[in-house]
Nanobody
Framework: QVHLVESGGGLVQPGGSLTLSCALS????????MGWYRQVPGKQRELVAA??????????DFAQGRFTLSRDNRDNAKNTVNLQMNSLKPEDTAVYYC??????????WGQGTQVTVSS
């Protein structure tokens, strides 16, 4: 059973940076598609960025140019991804969730990590 562990959330001032990490364990001996979503109370969970098993990335418009999603390419950590978030805005405040799956279908989720952008 896949288990996702997220880290790196916290409080940051507007214009600051944070890096979220997500490590997958317990899955098949394969490289998983992985992504980050976010959710604020009263709204649907939305995709932030995703990376496929072959390294292709996609970003929502609000993340393009500010966020970078990358995969840890060490042999024993290929299912660890990092979301570098720069130039953060108050509207980026949300709970961020890591997701994983095979064949572009995300069916495993982390517990979520709070990101708060405030002065």
């Amino acid at each position: 059973q896949v288990h996702l562990v997220e880290s790196g959330g916290g409080l940051v001032q507007p214009g600051g940076s944070l890096t979220l990490s997500c490590a997958l364990s317990g899955g098949l001996d394969m490289i998983y598609d992985m992504g980050w979503y976010r959710q604020v109370p009263g709204k649907q969970r939305e995709l932030v960025a995703a990376i496929s098993s072959n390294g292709m990335t996609q970003y929502r418009d609000f993340a393009q140019g500010r966020f970078t999603l990358s995969r840890d390419n060490r042999d024993n950590a290929k299912n660890t991804v990092n979301l570098q978030m720069n130039s953060l805005k108050p509207e980026d405040t949300a709970v961020y969730y890591c997701a994983s799956g095979l064949g572009s279908v995300f069916n495993s989720w982390g517990q979520g990590t709070q990101v708060t952008v405030s002065s």
